[in-house]
């Protein structure tokens, strides 16, 4: 098995350099290629995606993971789409940032480069072998995907596509490969290939995460788990409020931007949550509550130490009432996973304090947190939501795939 991933590793790293140096017309033509190919072997992505769910259902895996897992002829569509909008953005390789001169007639610049080898490592999802190989292309890295044993049919069906269409329109061979074993051992040798890989970024569960972190002598940037919060304030306009936690929680509760924790401004609570906890109810939501939650609306569950820390990932929410924005903000410190982060308010002040205060990788105001997505802000589609502040922070689009150096032209000069 380590012979199997060096051999991948090497030929990425050969491929790396011929990738960095592609045109902007040969990424953006093979990326339309692709798209087309996408849609044109929707069937058999289908069918492969199929094996995957039923195998899903007989291992009893959640109804979480399999909405994660799920392929449609819309999710396909849009997979494809993404290609077409990274396409039709600026490619960040080769842009100069800045440039300043010395007093001894240095001209001294920044520029974006290729960050080189890229393992991404992620779990469920197979729309993420299409958006991390088409925003490495574009950015000009070479990239090795391993996805998780329940996605490997679709897995293996997209890539076969990706890589085939890739070559044919002169994107270097070992650019785009995907790792099509399930033995969880070679994950562990992968992140100590360190003079091979030059950036690992997993997307999964806590577990997963845990495991590369611990294990990498690569740098790592992580996609952590989303456990995000909806505040809302004692001056929020309510049906407003009401229509952003509902799509928050319900619109799509498996992923790592809808919101797990409600918390409301105790002098809101009263008219607030009544209409609101039973619309939740209504929509098959599971419901948590704190003691003054449970006073206003008696029939949930009590909510524990455990739930407030915990991404559920599913129908399940947590509510909390809380005294003022102070105890709100000190709660999403306590518990939040710096991913995004709301408040519902119509003072100015408040919500300059929350954006200012609250540390997460995407804060809003009166917006859902549905919307802290690559694709969403515009980058036409994302490698992943990075939780943590260095070297980039929130999705991961193409700038943050990119390094820079410095670059100095002179004239004879000489350091006294």
């Known amino acids: 098995m380590k012979e199997k991933i060096l051999s991948i590793a090497q030929r990425a790293k050969s491929a790396s350099r011929e990738t960095a140096n592609l045109s902007t017309k040969i990424k953006n033509d093979a990326l339309i290629e692709m798209a087309r190919y996408i849609q044109d072997k929707k069937d058999l992505l289908l069918k492969a995606n199929e094996k995957d769910i039923n195998y899903a259902r007989e291992n009893g895996l959640s109804s979480a993971i399999i909405d994660r897992l799920t392929l449609t002829t819309s999710r396909i569509d849009a997979m494809a789409e993404g290609l ?6 600026p490619d960040p390789v080769g842009e100069v940032t800045r440039m300043w001169r010395r007093p001894n007639n240095l001209q ?7 960050i080189g080898v890229i393992g991404i ?11 991390a190989a088409g925003l490495c292309l574009k950015s000009g890295n070479a990239v090795i995907l391993r996805g998780g044993s329940e996605a490997i049919n679709s897995n293996i069906a997209i890539a076969d596509i990706l890589i085939s269409t890739g070559n044919s329109v002169g994107i270097p061979h070992g650019s785009i490969q995907l790792i099509d074993s399930t033995d969880r051992s070679i994950v562990n040798e992968m992140l100590k290939m360190d003079s091979l890989i030059d950036l690992i970024i997993p997307r999964g569960g806590h577990s997963l995460i845990r495991n590369v972190v611990e294990n990498s002598t690569i740098p790592v940037i992580k996609h952590d788990k989303g456990l995000c919060h909806v505040y809302v304030d004692s001056e929020a306009d309510l049906e407003m409020a009401e229509r952003i936690a509902f799509n928050a929680k319900v619109q ?6 809808a919101m797990e924790t409600l918390l409301v401004h105790k002098e809101s609570a009263e008219i607030f949550l009544p ?9 098959g939501v599971e419901i948590r509550g704190c003691p003054k939650t449970r006073e206003i609306f008696p029939d949930i569950k009590s909510a524990t130490e455990k739930d407030w820390e915990t991404e559920y990932l599913d129908l399940i929410l947590s509510v909390r009432v809380v005294d003022n924005i102070d105890e709100a903000i000190n709660h999403i410190t306590r518990y939040g996973s710096m991913l995004a ?18 540390d997460a990788a995407s804060v809003y105001v009166n917006a859902s947190t549905r919307f802290t997505d690559g694709n969403q802000f515009g980058l036409g589609a ?3 939501i990075s939780t943590q502040k260095l070297h980039c922070r929130g999705p991961m689009g193409l700038e943050e795939l990119t390094s820079i150096k410095y670059i100095i032209f002179g004239d004879g000069q000489i350091r006294e």
């Open 252 to 257: 799509r509760p498996g992923v790592c931007n």
């Open 121 to 131: 490592i992620y779990e469920s999802r197979p729309n993420v072998t299409v958006d």
């Open 275 to 283: 209409n609101m906890l039973k619309r939740f109810k209504e929509a």
């Open 108 to 114: 001294i610049g920044k520029i974006r480069v290729p």
């Open 341 to 358: 982060e709301a408040i519902i308010t119509s003072n100015y002040n408040k919500a300059w304090r929350f954006l200012k205060e609250v």
């Open 382 to 384: 994302e490698i992943g």
């Open 84 to 89: 077409r909008e990274v396409a039709l953005l």
